[in-house]
């Protein structure tokens, strides 16, 4: 059995990523435990496990609750991981940031690429085994993932189709990509989602609301088109699982 671990900064990664490893897996095959890490001797369960009698491939999702404690999370508990064979580790947090925002007030290419190459450094310095981690940006948002995979929120709402959105506050959906476009791409999420007269503030019930309608088919979409290279990174380094 492979064992793969995946720190994110929050529940909406958490929940975005457990949904994703389902969908892609197609429920097969797979086990995955999600937990807590949000001080370092604070471990523990949360109620999202999903168990499989023989799974070819375990893996561990852990929320650690701030976006500038992925990477210290990783290295506290990496030589546990590794003990516990797991193979590789893959972090994953917003882009977008207090320590972003105080260094540029929309998005700067050379302000992401620091922080990229901050991470890597990091990494390469302090880590154990700085060949199996991997440290992974969602750019600005996770929220332009979502964004990105546009179709989603017909299913929410039938009104919200790529034209409609177009019409009313000019975005072509079917175009963009939200990743260069967006600084914060969860205001857009709320901008489309008040055209249906809904409301989205990252709680635990938006998420599970949009995750639920994502396919397989959308995340193949998203990995395939000029859209959200960040989300093609993180599909990537999960690879080769299947």
């Given amino acids: 059995m492979r064992k793969i671990a995946i720190f994110v900064e929050g529940q909406t990664e958490l929940i975005t990523v457990r949904e994703f490893l389902l969908r892609e897996f197609n429920w097969n095959g797979i086990e995955i435990q999600c937990r807590t890490f949000y001080k370092k001797s604070d471990f523990k369960k949360v109620p999202y496990d999903v168990s499989c009698p023989n799974p070819e491939v375990h893996f561990q999702i852990i929320n650690v609750g701030n976006d500038e404690s992925v990477l210290t999370r990783i290295l ?8 516990s064979d797991y193979e590789k580790i893959i972090g994953l947090r917003d882009m977008y940031s207090k320590a972003y925002r105080e260094d540029a007030s929309q998005i700067n290419n050379k302000v992401t690429e620091k922080f990229i190459k901050g991470a ?11 060949e199996k981690i991997k440290m992974c940006f969602a750019i600005m948002e996770i929220e332009a993932w979502f964004l990105g995979m546009y179709k989603v929120f017909e299913k929410l709402d039938n009104r919200l189709t790529a034209q409609y959105i177009k019409e009313q506050i000019g975005i072509d959906m079917e175009y963009v990509d939200p990743q260069t476009e967006f600084f914060h791409p969860a205001n857009e999420m709320e901008n489309i989602y008040k055209l249906a007269g809904m409301s989205y503030d990252k709680h635990k019930g938006d998420i599970e609301a949009i995750v639920k309608h994502l396919s397989k088919d959308d995340y193949t979409y998203l990995h395939n ?18």
Avoid: G, V
């Fill in 76 to 83: 506290q508990r990496e030589k546990y991981m590794w003990n």
């Fill in 225 to 242: 088109s000029h859209k959200c290279n960040s989300f093609k990174i993180f599909y990537d380094s999960l690879s080769p699982l299947e």
């Fill in 120 to 130: 890597a450094e990091t990494i390469k310095n302090k880590a154990k085994s700085p």
